[in-house]
């Protein structure tokens, strides 16, 4: 059974970082390409960043500079480090397969930016 995990998540006030985490078990992460999607309050889901198993990257224009998705094969984990947070960051922040499978959302992590 494919699992997804996110932690991580806070109160952060504006300026400053997060890193999340999303532990993986059932599914190994150097053979897919995985991603961060977020969902704020009375929006659509969007995605945010992915990352290709040969390390490419590839980013949401409104996070390009200040967020980074990383992973760890060896751990099946996907990190993603984010820096200078907006208030417009504030969502539910979860990782899955890019593109998304409906099988695999799970709860997320709160993200809010506030001061």
């Known amino acids: 059974q494919v699992q997804l995990v996110e932690s991580g998540g806070g109160l952060v006030q504006p300026g400053g970082s997060l890193k999340l985490s999303c532990a993986v078990s059932?599914?190994?992460?150097?053979?897919?390409?995985m991603g961060w999607f977020r969902q704020a309050p009375g929006k659509q889901r969007e995605f945010v960043a992915a990352?290709?198993?040969?390390?490419?990257?590839r980013y949401a224009d409104s996070v390009k500079g200040r967020f980074i998705i990383s992973r760890d094969n060896a751990k099946n984990m996907v990190y993603l480090q984010m820096n200078n947070l907006r208030p417009e960051d504030t969502a539910v922040y979860h990782c899955?397969?890019?593109?998304?499978?409906?099988?695999?959302w799970g709860q997320g992590t709160q993200v809010t930016v506030s001061s």
């Open positions: 990352t290709h198993w040969n390390t490419d990257t």
């Open positions: 899955n397969a890019d593109p998304p499978r409906n099988e695999l």
């Open positions: 059932g599914l190994t992460v150097s053979t897919y390409m």
